[in-house]
């Protein structure tokens, strides 16, 4: 397991690449030291919108049944996907599963690409208080 911190480049050779997380790679989280520039993405999707890549995690919830005005997936059905594959990619951002350092808890993160002005390479947890 890879412990990584969202809010970072994770590596700058990659800056003119899609996307910087490798979907199958197991990452870990400290969910209470994202918590502040997680809020942080959250009041700039108020205050300025949020990126087209929104319409793909919704477009992944509808397509495996969960609620899209209240995300509701659950620990069981993402941790299959942790490490192995994204759980959608597309031109506008890819999902990926990670878990958190200190308890069995796993996140949803949306990594945008480099076609959402003003979101490149942000990182963002989807499901901030985890999966259900």
């Known amino acids: 397991m890879k412990q990584i911190k969202l809010y970072e480049n994770l590596d700058n050779k990659h800056a003119l690449e899609e996307y910087e997380l490798d ?11 994202e918590l502040e520039f997680q809020m942080a993405i959250a009041s700039s999707f108020q205050i300025v919108g949020a990126p087209p890549a ?6 992944w919830l509808f397509e ?3 609620n899209a005005d209240m995300p509701n997936p659950t620990n069981a059905f993402v941790e299959s996907y942790y490490g192995v594959k994204p759980l959608w990619k597309t031109d506008y951002s890819q999902g990926i599963v990670v878990k958190d350092e200190h308890d069995s808890d796993f996140f949803i993160v949306m990594e945008c690409s480099n076609k959402n002005k003003g979101y490149r390479h942000t990182k963002v947890i ?3 208080g985890g999966c259900i």
């Open 64 to 66: 495996n049944g969960f």
């Open 54 to 59: 929104i319409k793909n995690y919704h477009a």
């Open 126 to 128: 989807l499901t901030l």
């Open 23 to 33: 979907p199958t790679e197991k990452y870990v989280i400290n969910i209470e030291d």
